[in-house]
Structures are given as C-alpha cells and as structure tokens.
T-cell receptor, first 120, second 108 residues
Framework: QVQLQESGPGLVKPAQTLSLTCSFS??????????WSWIRQLPGKGLEWLGY???????YYNPSLKSRLSISLDTSKNELSLKLSSVTAADTAVYYC????????????WGHGTLATVSS | SYVLTQAPSVSVAPGHAASITCGGN??????VHWYQQKPGQAPVLVVY???DRPSGIPERFSGSNSGNTATLTISRVEAGDEADYYC???????????FGGGTRLTVL
C-alpha cells in the first residue's frame, strides 16, 4: 500500500530553520511521472502550495516563500524534504507532503500532515 | 499570479444537490481538480481533470468547467459530505500550483 508519512520536530524557535521529511513507502520516488510537493495549512485557513520537485528537475517554489524555502528528494532514502529558514509564528501550520501525477497534475496521494509550531 | 475564487460557505439540506463554484480567468482552459477535507484530516481528491472521479469516490460527486467558472456538484447530499472543498489548478505559464480559498459545505 502506497503511503506518505511526514515527520519533524513539532516545535521550532523563531528565526531557526524548520526541517521536515516525508517518507514514501510502497514505491519509489523515482518511478513514474510524479511531482513531489509540500503544502501547508495555517490554523483555520486554506491550503497553501509551497513547492514541488520532480526527481530529475529543478524545484518550483511558491514565489512568496522562495527566498526561505528548499525542497529536495533523497532517492537513497526514498524521502522528500523541506527546509524553511528564518521562521516566525506566521509559519505555524500543518505541513502536508503530497504526490501529483504528471498526467493530470492532481494530488492523488497525501500524507496525514504534521503540525509545526513556531514559538520560543 | 493566477487566482481562484470560491465562496466561503454553502448550505444545503440533506437529499438536495450542492453546487460549489470556483472562479478564475478563463479557468475553462485549465484542468480543475477538487478536494474534500474533513476536520483533522488530510484532503482527499474527489474530482480531477474537471469531471473525472478517482476510484472509490461516489458517483454523486461530479464536476464541470467552462468559461470563467468550474463547478463541483454533489447530488443527494448526505451528512457525511459536510466538509471543506478546495479547487486547484496547475498554472502551466508559471509552473505553479494554485488552490482556491475553500468552501465550507454545511448540511442543514
């Protein structure tokens, strides 16, 4: 059964870097025509796309976060990672990893999400 | 950047049909996808490519897309359909993903 599972520290101090990983099981991040993405949801708000990566291509980022964001694939670990630098309380959110099919550009597989809280 | 606009809320009585709209400039030229999100859960794809349903999604969920408006229609609404619904497109011009602001469906 294919699934995604996010993991991370849960609590990050302001001005530090938030690092999250997303493990993919039941397949390989290099197989098929898939784009691997991070999406977040601020408390009580809607979905915000952060960025995506295709394993052999340059990542695409949300312009509003591009200067602080890095998304990459670790093919040896079958993982997707996110690094968001200089975080503030406004970055407190549930962070989801998701897989988009190249054929349809829809997100057909989502992780359960992980809450990251920025607080001193 | 491309913008998708959704009404914040829609209410419907059980057994009736609900229509949730997603507005965007010439959105009819793009493929629109719809997600259902229940409280505390991750979103679930319910319609892709305007009107196709993933396996396991009831036929009560359907979609259409033309001009500046895409629509998700849920027929014979049930209490279990109460959730937030989001539309999404892939803006090929910029390579960016765009979500609508979401619509909360309330079943009366």
């Amino acid at each position: 059964q294919v699934q995604l599972q996010e993991s991370g520290p849960g609590l990050v101090k302001p001005a530090q870097t938030l690092s999250l990983t997303c493990s993919f099981s039941g397949g390989s991040v290099t197989s098929g025509h898939y784009f691997w993405s991070w999406i977040r949801q601020l408390p009580g708000k809607g979905l915000e796309w952060l960025g995506y990566v295709y394993y052999s291509d340059t990542p695409y980022y949300n312009p509003s976060l591009k200067s602080r964001l890095s998304i990459s694939l670790d093919t040896s670990k079958n993982e997707l990672s996110l690094k968001l630098s200089s975080v503030t309380a406004a970055d407190t959110a549930v962070y989801y990893c998701a897989r988009a099919t190249g054929a349809t550009s829809s997100f057909d597989l989502w992780g359960h999400g992980t809450l990251a809280t920025v607080s001193s | 950047s491309y913008v998708l606009t959704q009404a914040p809320s829609v209410s419907v009585a059980p057994g009736h049909a609900a229509s949730i709209t997603c507005g965007g400039n010439n959105v009819g030229s793009k493929s629109v996808h719809w997600y259902q999100q229940k409280p505390g859960q991750a979103p679930v794809l319910v319609v892709y490519d305007d009107s196709d349903r993933p396996s396991g999604i009831p036929e009560r969920f359907s979609g259409s897309n033309s001009g500046n408006t895409a629509t998700l229609t849920i027929s014979r609404v049930e209490a279990g359909d109460e959730a937030d619904y989001y539309c999404q497109v892939w803006d090929i011009t910029s390579g960016h993903v765009v979500f609508g602001g979401g619509t909360r469906l309330t079943v009366l």
